[in-house]
């Protein structure tokens, strides 16, 4: 079985020889080769020239032996097609400008956006066609997006925010306004994914990383639709989506309603409650606390088994981190749990799902 | 009813006419007698002058007639008596030097921590008497302290922190260390605790407001078993303990493990469903987001009506937020709360719990 098998096969819910593994952010600062060609290139022209975001994506696959090579991009490279200004402040994370928080009218600022083609983002496809070329189809690609209330926090913040005060009142005040942007920002970001299908990626995963800002029935009434709507399109066309967040554990079930094939979920819920929460239904990924590659190495090691037991028997368990890897991390920890991984035994093939083997 | 009988009836999950309504941070930033007396006097004063904290948690309670004063208190007040250095730097939040993060041997340094007695916070407790002497009883006024993981992050970290990784970091390193900690920590908050139920605290609030950072696993190892030392010291004196936490939706059940009388919940679960994952045989406090204090006014009554429509009938609901009141929230909508809560009809009294009417 190899590692494509492997990992599709998870995201289906069929037996596997083992757990496949992959980690969020494996490329990143903590990489010696990373850091290397960020000397030379900032991390926007890594992310929209294709050598580079290729090199770096093959890279990290390569140096850690993991199942899966999740294309090196930003949550946020849809800012600029739409006509914003993007920068990373040293230390402060990203600017973007102007924010929607800053609008006399936000409602006006926003249907003053454009309605921009996903070709703006091509670059992307572009390095997804080479990475899936270098591997000769061994390695799934997992193609990259923002989910659409994720994104928008930025736009409205201008930034990264504690407390997504901004976002939240333009929700509330003016939904009518939130419900244009959600409809701006999702053809763009379906279109975004399905062109990364058809550039090969085997899978997609839909970073929604600030949903847990919010409670269920705001989630509901202003996230989940959106989302579905993404989902419904790229699952349509036979692919996988994985569907990320952290801090939601207090409504898995809602999360269930998205439709993706995969949840992704943080450290804070026991990975085996969360799958009894979950259902048979869908495959769930992740769990590990970042801070745990950060650990001696018997107690990452009883961390890795922790989560190995907790995702039990039933087929369709994806190892990962809950969250992106931290940038202190010393690369031969991850290499330790991929290692870990490998040796873990075969998932049974009881209960597997009705797509059958 | 008056609040003191509604707040504790409450607590105890007996029958009450309505819900009993307080909000965490009800004395703060937002509140412009609160900001007038911070132009003459620092954080530290206005909690360490009895007459100035009994001012400000009195000047909260009045302005807005909630049902409880929670006394005006700062998580690291016992940061002085351990013989560390705290102060309160602008617009980064609290810095304590030296942090044991930077410590060579963080064994011989925790170890080198005095173990000083509560007598040296009493200041905390004479603002309590004074509390309590001013509304001759009819407000209950509830005790504060930080749990100790939360306490030990910023005394490790030096502040606050977004990954809490040097925290995790020495309790996987340096387990005894760890445990030491806890062992001087938990008897210092404990005599601190009782010292202001002595004093006439009706209730107290253990603030753990960061164990969300960690796993179940790691919570239940390192964090639990002191929380319950604590928990059940304070209860054992017949006072309800209030336990908080934030970004624990996904494993509440643990929570009700610390034995306090009422877990207060975030905003990242529905209300009905963590009574439901909670039980019967403890009481929930909290749920409403604090940034929905900033929404428009019909928006705020919807989230205030969904939050106690999912408290539901059974007694022993506190309503609350889920976290401190916002710096920029307005007074009158804090107030607009209040009124719509003291118009909530009445829990019934079916379900009634153990101690009985």
């Given amino acids: 079985m190899d590692s494509r098998e492997r990992f599709l096969r998870a995201c289906r819910r069929q037996a596997v020889d083992r757990p496949p593994v992959w980690f969020m952010r494996q490329a990143g600062r903590y990489m010696a080769e990373y850091r290397r060609l960020r000397e030379r290139f900032s991390l926007l022209e890594l992310c929209q020239r294709p050598d580079l975001a290729t090199e770096v994506t093959v890279t990290a696959v390569e140096r850690l032996g993991v ?3 999740i294309i090196f991009a930003d949550l946020l490279l849809p800012a600029e097609p739409l006509g914003l200004k993007l920068r ?3 230390g402060e994370g990203p600017v973007i400008t102007p924010a929607l928080r800053d609008a006399a009218d936000p409602a006006a600022a926003i249907a003053d956006l454009p309605a921009p083609e996903a070709e703006a983002l091509g670059y992307v496809s572009e390095a997804i066609r080479r990475t899936r070329a270098h591997f000769a189809g061994r390695i799934p690609v997992i193609g990259f997006a923002g989910a ?6 930025y736009l409205v913040e201008g930034g990264a925010s504690r407390t997504f005060v901004a976002t939240k009142r333009l929700l509330w005040e003016h939904p009518a306004a939130w419900a244009h942007l959600m409809e701006k920002l999702c053809p763009l970001l379906t279109a975004f994914l399905a062109d990364q299908v058809a550039a090969g990626a085997a899978a997609v995963q839909l970073f929604d990383s600030w949903a847990g800002a919010l409670s269920e029935a705001d989630y ?6 959106y989302v579905r709507l993404i989902v419904a399109a790229i699952e349509g066309l036979g692919t996988p989506v994985i569907y990320f ?3 939601t554990a207090g409504y898995l079930e809602t999360l269930r309603e998205t439709g993706a094939s995969v949840i992704s979920v943080d450290w804070r819920v026991d990975l085996a409650a969360a799958r009894e929460r979950l259902g048979e239904g869908v495959a769930v990924q992740g ?3 970042p801070a745990a590659l950060l650990a001696p190495p018997a107690e990452l090691r009883r961390a890795v088994q922790r989560v190995l037991a907790a995702a039990g028997d039933p087929p369709g368990y994806i190892f990962n981190l809950g969250h992106g890897i931290l940038p202190e991390t010393p690369v031969e920890n991850v290499r ?3 290692a870990m991984v490998q040796d873990a035994p075969a998932a049974r093939p009881r209960r597997e799902s009705a797509e059958g083997m």
Same sequence: chains 1, 2.
């Fill in 336 to 338: 330790a749990v991929v």
């Fill in 220 to 225: 509901r009434q202003f996230v989940l639709p």
């Fill in 88 to 90: 990373y402040a040293a």
């Fill in 287 to 289: 769990n590990l606390d």
């Fill in 148 to 153: 659409p209330f994720t994104l928008a926090s």
């Fill in 245 to 247: 967040s952290t801090g």
């Fill in 67 to 69: 199942d899966a090579a």
